[in-house]
DNA sequence: TCTGGGGTCCTAGGACCC
DNA sequence: TCTGGGGTCCTAGGACCC
């Protein structure tokens, strides 16, 4: 007999903005907020910052006035300690059931199947409780019998204080309650367009979308929107997943701290993205058959001309090695970078994926592959023990005069030494 | 001065084939 | 007037997620 489904989503509360308070206890309390690669964009917010009404996704030079005037303390994001951080909360999520998924870098699905239903918000407050206690992470826990219903419980339980973090929609007249109270934008899978759409057609909850007709929605939505509806009647359409399948696409991309207007320098950062790409690659086993280069100018800025372009590559043998990728895509990006542009933005995707036991080799192949695969595994082992820079190719350029600002950036507390030294000599 | 990055899935439409 | 029809594969673009 298969047990009837029974999920739980933990997620943690404000997660980059926790990271960082969790080694600056004096930031209890206080307006935080942290920042998207090259201090762009605000990507999360302490509860004091969101009371000031600072926006999710809010270009960082459009709050400033408000976070000067309240003192908000800024974070450049640290991805390092973040990661870490989210390490630690997960393996903790592990000791209390076998199955976790891991969602995002501060999301979980647990599978609760089984677990005796009189007992389960009890036993999420005992998971918060030992999360909190471990990693010094907040969390809140939705617990519901598919994942949209655990997301929807998830996000009252975040903000509705009379459940203290653990809301179970499994308990009679919850779930209708907390869809009542749901805006439909809100609904796990439902974004801007569609919420746009949905409202003008009158439907503005949660609890209105589960209410709709499969046939209406399978026509405004198709068969997502259909499993969707499903999801949140209690009907599970979206299982666990234990093992994250190997990613089809790697990208790597970066806006630049600033303008970038020399092809020297646009090479040099290419380089450096293919090098990151190239060592995810290889992370997962993979080879890759096509390459892609892109460039763009600052699309905010219609006075200055607008260069975007991309240009792909069919690489003759698939490869993960650094070198050789870095060939194909510094002829690339010659090909289609332009004098006389102020770029704003490169990046670089890796397609065509295949796992690396698997690749053909190639009778007029050049290259000795043997001695290059030793010397990536040794690059690898050597970088990830001291410093993902310690060995790079030269095409990536030393000084990096383009790289992107991080002039807020914490410590990377859980994983640097060197910079804990600092801290402390300081 | 200043506007992130990295993914996934689905669909529609064209090419191609028999 | 009327132009076969249906399957498969691929790609581009749209929508979404965090």
């Not at 994983?415 to 030294?421: K, Q």
Request: a positive charge; proline letters at 4%; aromatic letters at 8%.
């Amino acid at each position: 007999m298969s047990l009837s489904p029974l999920f739980a989503l933990v997620d943690c509360n404000n997660f980059y903005v926790s990271c960082e308070r969790v080694f600056n206890p004096q930031l209890e309390g206080k307006p935080v907020v942290a920042l998207s690669n090259n201090d762009g964009c605000i990507v999360a917010r302490s509860n004091e910052a969101k009371a000031l009404g600072i926006k999710m996704g809010e270009p960082f030079f459009k709050a400033r006035d408000v976070i000067e005037r309240n003192g908000v303390v800024v974070f450049s994001s640290n991805y390092t300690l973040y990661g870490d951080m989210s390490r630690r909360v997960f393996a903790t999520l592990a000791r209390f059931t076998p199955e976790v998924e891991i969602y995002s870098i501060d999301e979980a699905f647990l599978n609760l199947a089984g677990f005796e239903k009189d007992n389960v918000t009890a036993y999420g407050q005992r998971i918060r409780a030992t999360v909190k206690q471990w990693t010094g992470i907040p969390v809140s826990i939705g617990i519901a019998e598919t994942k949209t219903l655990a997301k929807v419980a998830g996000h009252v339980a975040k903000y509705s204080a009379k459940v203290e973090g653990v809301l179970d929609l499994t308990i009679p007249g919850y779930r209708k309650k907390a869809l009542t109270m749901t805006h439909v934008g809100d609904v796990w899978g439902i974004g801007r367009r569609l919420t746009r759409r949905l409202v003008g057609k009158g439907i503005k909850t949660a609890l209105q979308l589960s209410e709709v007709d499969d046939g209406w929605i399978r026509k405004q939505m198709g068969i997502v929107g259909v499993r969707m509806v499903h999801e949140l009647r209690g009907i599970c359409c979206f299982p666990l997943k234990l093992s994250a399948p190997p990613k089809k696409g790697i990208t790597c991309s970066r806006s630049f701290g600033r303008p970038v207007t020399t092809l020297n320098e646009m090479k040099e950062a290419v380089a450096a993205y293919v090098s990151r790409a190239a060592l995810e690659l290889r992370k997962q086993n993979s080879v890759a058959g096509h390459l892609t280069v892109y460039m763009m100018t600052n699309r905010f800025k219609v006075k200055e001309p607008l260069h975007n372009e991309e240009v792909s590559v069919k690489l003759p043998v698939a490869t993960d090695n650094t070198g050789e990728l870095i060939h194909y895509a510094s002829g690339a990006a010659e090909k289609i970078f332009k004098v006389g542009y102020k770029y704003k933005k490169a990046g670089v995707i890796l397609t065509e994926l295949s796992p690396a036991c698997q690749s053909q080799t190639d009778m007029f192949d050049s290259l000795d592959r043997n001695r290059t695969e030793k010397l990536m595994t040794t690059l690898d082992s050597v970088n990830a023990c001291m410093g993902s820079r310690t060995l790079q190719f030269a095409a990536q350029g030393t000084a990096q005069p383009w790289s992107m600002r991080c002039e807020k950036r914490s410590p990377s507390y859980t994983t640097n030494w060197n910079e804990l030294l600092e801290v402390k000599a300081s």
